[in-house]
């Protein structure tokens, strides 16, 4: 079996299995209590002294659903190599310190079917925007497979499509990945972020990346949101200066649950 290896452990999360379970079970704790129900969640995904507290609002909302859900379809943006549309991997599982996750094949083959689909284990290799969110889905849900998509420049009826074919029952999760504004002043960023916020709730597909780092793939889950009457819940909106403490230069992040 290929697995793609993580890149990133030991940088934006703990390398080893102990210590990286432990921290999520801090993070999960810590957060609100939530079991409202949510087909598709957005997410933030810089390492978790920044980002794993507002993550952490909207994995908690899987606990009851810890043995329902089998599949997770895992978009998120493309930050290590340019890419237009949507990009599969080849690979047959993708590794972290607590273990193989392996991919949903049957899923993955009529995905490439669609327009801006492709595969490329470049697009996966480096990218953080996936793999930060796995040591989570691994602490809340059971057994599951997964269908990751790195999202580039790509229209966003594109993701939609893609969203649509996937979309299954109550055994799929669909979960976005973004963080919101990028190196503003504290007080700047929380006015930005307060309007994506706003545009998120309306189920605007209209944001771009200075909003939004995974507009490409936000705006897509928007269109699929309003088609299937899907509203939008604010969870938590935060930023570095709130978790890190430096607020001379933030980056901004948003947890939001859609049912």
């Known amino acids: ?66 043995a329902l859900i089998r599949r997770v379809v895992l978009l998120g943006p493309a930050h290590r190599v340019y890419l237009r549309g949507m990009a599969l991997p080849s690979v047959d599982a993708f590794a ?5 996750i392996p991919i949903d094949k049957d899923a993955v083959r009529p995905l490439l079917a669609l327009p801006g689909m492709q595969i490329s284990d470049d697009a996966h290799a480096m990218e ?13 849900l059971d057994d599951f497979m997964l269908v990751p998509i790195v999202v580039g420049v790509c229209p966003a009826h594109q993701v939609e499509a893609a969203i649509e074919a996937l979309w299954g029952g109550d055994e799929t999760l669909i979960v976005v990945s973004s963080d919101l504004s990028h190196f503003h002043s504290y007080g700047d960023a929380q006015a930005i972020d307060a309007n994506t916020t706003a545009r998120i709730e309306a189920r605007e597909a209209t944001l771009d990346g200075d909003e939004a780092c995974g507009a490409f793939a ?33 980056v901004g992040y948003g947890a939001y649950a859609l049912a």
């Open 218 to 250: 936000v705006n897509g889950l928007m269109l699929a949101a309003k088609a299937r009457g899907l509203h939008v819940r604010t969870l938590d909106v935060r930023n570095s200066g709130d978790t890190a403490g430096d607020r001379s230069r933030v």
């Open 128 to 140: 953080h925007s996936l793999e930060v969110q796995l040591p989570f889905l691994q602490a809340v």
């Open 96 to 100: 972290t310190p607590l273990g193989d």
């Open 1 to 66: 079996m290929k697995a793609r290896s993580a890149a990133v452990a030991g940088l934006f999360y703990p390398g080893e299995a102990a210590p990286l379970g432990r921290t999520v079970e801090a993070l999960l704790a810590a957060a609100p209590a939530n079991c409202a129900p949510a087909k598709a969640m957005i997410v933030p995904h810089a390492g978790y002294r920044y980002s794993g507290p507002v993550a952490a609002a909207a994995y908690r909302l899987l606990e009851d659903r810890r």
